[in-house]
């Protein structure tokens, strides 16, 4: 039976569209909705609560800007926006030229798979807790590469400058680990 | 694995978690996908890569924020809409053509309403006016469940039935959905639809004595 919808009730895509729409108070919804992770994330890749809480609202800032551009074909809502995260706490870093993200720290802070919530997760709880597993499994240095190639967002060479290892040897652990968890993934897909 | 003319098998796989995190700058970024749109093997590799990424993105810690963050970012968008940038809205001399449509919309669809989730469109086409005039957008989901996604930017709405109809592969039209003013809420409206609507070519929406509206092509 329809019935007229509440923005609190909606799903990210169409809360999204409302923000696109400017809608009354949806702005303020999404922002409830997200808060916890984006921010979260930018604690994460920052180490820093005050820069934190200022990238935070610019990644809020930025996607109701570009709420209208989002693709439900390329990304759920949830990954556009920590990705739009991610890269604000990477560009300042890189102005204040520092690393403080610890990849060790953030595989401390893995929930485990039981904790996991599939609605806040917006995935299947299976690949996603699948996913937490393996990453743990992977060796030390392929599941630090990964992690700062993802979460942290840095290349290569630069993962290659804070190990202290040569290009090709940061290249290889992040191949590895990312085609091991990939594998991980397909697996509970099928 | 296919053939392309400028990037190789080889050369893809080499490269591949670079472009799935996004670390290679055109013209580079370019090439290697057009030899993963002719490759479903790379397609595939690159699509597992992706998905990875963004899991783990997912994984990280989530935290609360300090006191009075809802309010500060409320105010840096505030600032923004006021700042002269709020794009969303129709121009003006839309309006006239604009409220023949829906103007703005509600959401009706209860798996909608009754479970937060999030899924990939199956297709995704801008809504027009016969004018011309960019509406907004259309999109066929299949998850949890088949349904049309309707988002129109437009000024408040004239009364009166708006229906949607997707048209099948063979052209014939199907109704899926009607709405009214009392259904507006929140600037969107979707409605469940059968499975084989998923690879519908067009959307298009009708006033209730059959006038044309708007059109989508999912082409």
Redesign the interface.
Known sequence: ???????D???????L??V????PD???VF??RF???V???A??VTGD?SLA?DI???A??RA??HA?SY?????????WL??IT?NLAIDALRVRRAVPFDPDL?SQ???PASG?DP?????DLD??GR??VE?NALPIEQRRA??L???A?R??LEIAEIEGVPLGTA?TR??LG??R??TA??EVAT | MSKNPTIGCDQFDEQVEDLALGHIDEPQRSRLLAHASVCPPCQSLLEGLGTVADRLLLLAPQREPSAGFESRALARVDTTTTSGTARFRVPLWAAAAVALIVGAIGVTAARLLDEPFASAAEATAAIVTPAGVDLGSVQLLANPAPHVLVAIRAPRPEPGQRNCELQRFDGTWVQVGSWEVADIAAGVWATGIDSSLLSATAMRITTQDGTLLATASFD
């Open positions: 039976m329809w019935r007229p919808a509440r923005l009730q909606l799903s990210d895509e169409a809360l569209a409302a696109a729409l400017n809608e949806s702005a303020a922002i409830r808060q916890r992770r921010y979260g994330l604690v994460t609560v809480d935070a609202q610019m809020f800032e109701w800007r209208a693709d439900a074909r390329r990304a759920l809502v949830t990954t920590l990705t991610r953030l802070l893995l929930p996991i609605q806040q997760a917006a995935v690949q996603l996913l937490g990453l990964v992690l190639a993802t979460v967002g290349t290569a290249k992040i191949r990312l085609r968890l990939r993934v397909a």
